[in-house]
């Protein structure tokens, strides 16, 4: 019912940025939380920023200053953008929608991100 979609993931060096995207359904985005989640291989996954529905946003420590999640309701999009990206990044990237209203979770297919020299 709730169909999540990820894209702008790809390869960049160290130092370069990259804009992430989360699609939902039309009319429905000012509805959900939204958060991006990471899982790079041998790690677990992790929650690397939120935005809520009046835009509050929360990022984990790993990226707060470098990354930024914002939303754009006329759209059905909310974007990650991420900067000074450095090979830890390098991760398999979730966008998670919340309903504010029923509390169910809806997950995207993930798009890889990858920085290296």
């Known amino acids: 019912q709730v169909q999540i979609v990820e894209s702008g993931g790809g390869s960049v060096q160290p130092g370069g940025s990259l804009r992430l995207s989360c699609t939902t359904p039309?009319?429905?985005?000012?509805?959900?939380?939204i958060e991006w989640h990471r899982q790079a291989p041998g790690n677990q996954r992790e929650m690397v920023a939120r935005?809520?529905?009046?835009?509050?946003?929360t990022y984990a420590d790993s990226v707060r200053g470098r990354f930024t999640i914002s939303r754009d309701n006329a759209k059905n999009t909310v974007y990650l953008q991420m900067n000074n990206l450095n090979p830890d990044d390098t991760a398999v990237y979730y966008c998670?929608?919340?309903?504010?209203?029923?509390?169910?979770?809806?997950w995207g297919q993930g798009t890889q991100v990858t920085v290296s020299s």
């Open positions: 998670k929608a919340i309903s504010s209203r029923s509390g169910q979770s809806y």
């Open positions: 039309k009319s429905l985005l000012s509805l959900l939380n």
């Open positions: 935005t809520s529905v009046i835009s509050r946003n």
